[in-house]
Nanobody
Framework: QVQLEESGGGLAQPGGSLRLSCAAS??????????MGWFRQAPGKEREFVAV????????DYADSVKGRFTISRDNAKNTVNLQMNSLSPEDTALYYC???????????????????WGQGIQVTVSS
């Protein structure tokens, strides 16, 4: 069983930056394919894909709404994934969830139901 623990987040002003981190534990990831990424859910809205990266290939994908503003990165030695969020706007306010899966196919990376592992979620609020 994989555990995902998020950190970072909090309050930022419009135009500001925040950094989220997610640490994975519970199994060996060395030499294996494993996708880790982020979804978010704002009040009254559906959960939406943000970004994802794959451990062994370096593949990454972003939602159009965050492309050019958010950057996802990996530290394979620490089994962590980070999300650097720049140029934040109030529309980025949401509960952000770290996700992980070792059996995902690339065409499904934007589908929430395809991920086996989820973190508890961490709040990001963008407000002046």
């Amino acid at each position: 069983q994989v555990q995902l623990e998020e950190s970072g987040g909090g309050l930022a002003q419009p135009g500001g930056s925040l950094r989220l981190s997610c640490a994975a534990s519970g199994r060996s990831f060395s030499g294996s394919r494993f996708y880790m990424g982020w979804f978010r859910q704002a009040p009254g809205k559906e959960r939406e894909f943000v970004a994802v990266t794959e451990r062994s290939s370096g593949y990454s994908d972003y939602a159009d709404s965050v492309k050019g503003r958010f950057t996802i990165s990996r530290d394979n030695a620490k089994n962590t994934v980070n999300l650097q969020m720049n140029s934040l706007s109030p529309e980025d306010t949401a509960l952000y969830y770290c996700v992980g899966d070792g059996r995902l196919i690339r065409s499904a990376v934007r589908t929430a139901s395809q991920y086996d592992y989820w973190g508890q979620g961490i709040q990001v609020t963008v407000s002046s």
